[in-house]
T-cell receptor
Framework: AQSVTQPDIHITVSEGASLELRCNYS??????LFWYVQSPGQGLQLLLK??????LVQGIKGFEAEFKRSQSSFNLRKPSVHWSDAAEYFCALDSWGKLQFGAGTQVVVTP | GAVVSQHPSRVICKSGTSVKIECRSLDFQATTMFWYRQFPKQSLMLMAT?????????EQGVEKDKFLINHASLTLSTLTVTSAHPEDSSFYICSARRDRGLNEQFFGPGTRLTVL
């Protein structure tokens, strides 16, 4: 069965430090993967997506993600975090046209 | 481009009443729209998928008579929570996709429903 796992429920990072959010998936075919960000009380904004091709994907707001088939992972990274990056981040897998979301990772940015 | 709106953003109602939430794709035609429910501090759970002009497909465990979905046009889908009860209080988010098959979903800003 397909699944998306975000092992870290909560991450605290200092402003200016690097950030990496983990995402592991289970899927029988080539996965189509997404990272979304949600600010409090808001809908979701797409950061980036992977369908095929280059395994290093660039997104908006300085984010990137690397697809690693051998590790069934699609980790999100940002070299230098800004206070405005504090939000909830969701990894998602497209399964027959429907999105299945991970549990989310809450990112807190400290001064 | 690809903006999705929801109305209202917040609604408070009494137990037993019905509430309608609208989801509109403002600058594109959405052949498919999705409705999600999100409880506090939790992830999004897909409730149903609606295709324009046809009946919605509900996920397992979602009461179709409780959550009525209508996708009457390529730019509008509505979710009606009938005879709402406090346990229906939640954050409801819609998304829209341009065409069938693999494509990005664009999300609305969500509607906070509180049932007293």
């Amino acid at each position: 069965a397909q699944s998306v796992t975000q092992p870290d429920i909560h991450i605290t990072v200092s402003e200016g430090a690097s950030l990496e959010l983990r995402c592991n998936y289970s899927y029988g075919a080539t996965p189509y993967l997404f990272w979304y960000v949600q600010s409090p009380g808001q809908g979701l904004q797409l950061l980036l997506k992977y369908f095929s091709g280059d395994t290093l994907v660039q997104g908006i707001k300085g984010f990137e993600a690397e697809f690693k088939r051998s590790q069934s992972s699609f980790n999100l990274r940002k070299p230098s975090v800004h206070w405005s990056d504090a939000a909830e981040y969701f990894c998602a897998l497209d399964s027959w046209g429907k999105l299945q979301f991970g549990a989310g990772t809450q990112v807190v940015v400290t001064p | 481009g690809a903006v999705v709106s929801q109305h209202p953003s917040r609604v408070i109602c009494k137990s037993g009443t019905s509430v309608k939430i609208e989801c509109r794709s403002l600058d594109f035609q959405a052949t498919t729209m999705f409705w999600y429910r999100q409880f506090p501090k939790q992830s999004l759970m897909l409730m149903a998928t609606s295709n324009e002009g046809s009946k919605a497909t509900y996920e397992q465990g979602v009461e179709k008579d409780k959550f009525l979905i209508n996708h009457a046009s390529l730019t509008l889908s509505t979710l009606t929570v009938t005879s709402a009860h406090p346990e229906d209080s939640s954050f409801y988010i819609c998304s829209a996709r341009r065409d069938r098959g693999l494509n990005e979903q664009f999300f609305g800003p969500g509607t906070r429903l509180t049932v007293l």
